[in-house]
């Protein structure tokens, strides 16, 4: 079956980097889009960064954008998100979720495999 799991996530001060890892297993990792979600208590799960099976195409929340950066190495079946000029507000548990498209997807619904997810706490 297929497995999701993140790892890099842990406790940084406001201003710092950190870079999350998400090894996929159980199908062909280069058909298929990736996305990273966070989920911060009380508050509804959204969607931060996503990426087409490719590669050559990303998207990124607003609260996001120009901070942080989502790749994947279709070799090794990893995405990764390097998060920079992380802000208290970043703190959420992070989730490494995959589709069955190839296309990026934008919604919780349209994921179909989930990580179990990371803790990323940032400091004031």
């Known amino acids: 079956q297929v497995q999701l799991v993140e790892s890099g996530g842990g406790l940084v001060q406001a201003g710092g980097p950190l870079r999350l890892s998400c090894a996929s297993s159980g199908r062909t990792f280069s058909w298929y889009s990736m996305g990273w979600f966070r989920q911060a208590p009380g508050k509804e799960r959204e969607l931060v960064a996503a990426?087409?099976?490719?590669?050559?195409?990303?998207y990124y929340a607003d609260s996001v954008k120009g901070r942080f950066t989502i790749s994947r190495d279709n070799a090794k079946n990893m995405v990764y998100l390097q998060m920079n000029s992380l802000k208290p507000d970043d703190t959420a548990v992070y989730y490494c979720?995959?589709?069955?498209?190839?296309?990026?997807?934008?919604?919780?619904?349209?994921?179909?495999?989930w990580g179990q997810g990371t803790q990323v706490t940032v400091s004031s």
């Open positions: 990426i087409t099976s490719s590669g050559r195409s990303t």
């Open positions: 979720a995959s589709t069955n498209y190839g296309n990026t997807r934008f919604k919780v619904e349209d994921y179909a495999y």
